[in-house]
């Protein structure tokens, strides 16, 4: 989830809304199964099972208070954004525990001690604010697996104090209950879940790594075409140099040679009009690529709306199109 949420700092478009999915479902989704995996160790003398619709609703829960909580940092981590963030999601994993909690199905009541409830949700709010400070903190690698550590202790840290409040009175005279979801069955569920979860985690790492790869390649392009035009360009350079020294030489022997004046003005004259055909190859030699420069910049720039850039790239493509016309001007 935190891998994915760093991605989604660095996405725009539509490629954002589905990284903002991708966390949403993951981080939700885990803090989910974490719960039902802790109600699976939770022992009772007698036969337990599991309200179907309530478990279903205690899923949906925390992927849609994640996904508000990501929603309102995600333009930016202002303190009142992150607390206002934290509290939904920590309400949100509160209703989450404790709807997985009404779930339960058994042969008698439960309620719970008021000090470690209250406990529970506090920890809740302060575990939700941290995970998302720390889901949207650009973070190196070896910080990132901490911060996921700090997360798992903060989410078990909930639901064991949540389950520590839990006061079970059963009652011999009600009947068993055979209805809802079996242990058995919600363990299938759980192991689906995560294993989905990881499925969620590995396809879109790969997807975001060919398009990374992608992305590189057109660099290099660009790189090894920028690189062909400055030879280029030195080699003009070396031609302008040529004839100048060409001019030059010529001017020396007109002096010298001041018999033959008006043969020497003839050369002179020649030389010169070679210089100004020079120019004028070389301004079209120049104008070629250079439209075709604009013109692809121009072009990703035009299709902003149907192949969006990221905000690198477009910087890029506009700084290409200023240097294209400042040199359009010069030549």
């Not at 901490?146 to 989410?155: E, K, P, R, S, Y």
């Amino acid at each position: 989830a935190l891998d994915m949420a760093e991605r989604l700092r660095h996405a725009d478009g539509s490629l954002r809304w589905a990284w903002h999915g991708a966390a949403s479902v993951a981080l939700g989704g885990g803090i989910w199964a974490m719960h039902f995996l802790g109600m699976l160790a939770f022992q009772l003398d007698a036969p337990v099972s599991f309200h179907a619709g309530l478990t279903v609703l205690s899923l949906a829960v925390p992927i849609l208070v994640v996904a508000v909580g990501l929603w309102l940092v995600g333009g930016g981590i202002s303190p009142v954004r992150l607390l206002t963030a934290g509290v939904i999601v920590g309400m949100g994993v509160v209703v989450m525990h404790y709807t997985g909690m009404a779930a339960l199905m058994l042969p008698g009541t439960i309620g719970y001690k008021p000090g470690l409830f209250s406990l529970s949700v506090v920890i809740a709010l302060v575990a939700a604010t941290v995970a998302l400070w720390l889901a949207l903190t650009p973070q190196r690698f070896s910080l990132r697996v901490v911060a996921a550590l700090v997360m798992g202790v903060a989410i078990c840290g909930m639901h064991y104090t949540g389950m520590g409040a839990l006061v079970v009175t059963l009652d011999p005279s009600l009947p068993e209950i055979h209805e809802g979801i079996p242990r058995t069955i919600l363990a299938a569920a759980v192991a689906a879940a995560t294993y989905g979860l990881l499925v969620l985690a590995l396809v879109a790492g790969i997807a975001d790594r060919r398009i990374s790869a992608a992305a590189a390649r057109e660099a290099e392009q660009l790189r090894r075409s920028f690189q062909a035009l400055g030879e280029e360009m030195k080699a003009r350079r070396r031609m302008e140099a040529e004839l100048e020294q060409s001019k030059l030489a010529l001017e020396q022997r007109v002096a010298e040679r001041t018999v033959d004046l008006e043969e020497a003005r003839a050369r002179a004259e020649a030389a010169s009009q070679a210089k100004s055909d020079f120019l004028a190859s070389m301004s079209h030699e120049l104008r070629t690529p250079l439209n075709s420069i604009m013109g692809f910049a121009q072009l990703l720039l035009y299709n902003r709306a149907k192949e969006p850039l990221t905000t690198k790239q477009e910087r890029a493509a506009t700084q290409i199109e200023k240097a294209g016309t400042h040199l359009l001007h010069l030549i």
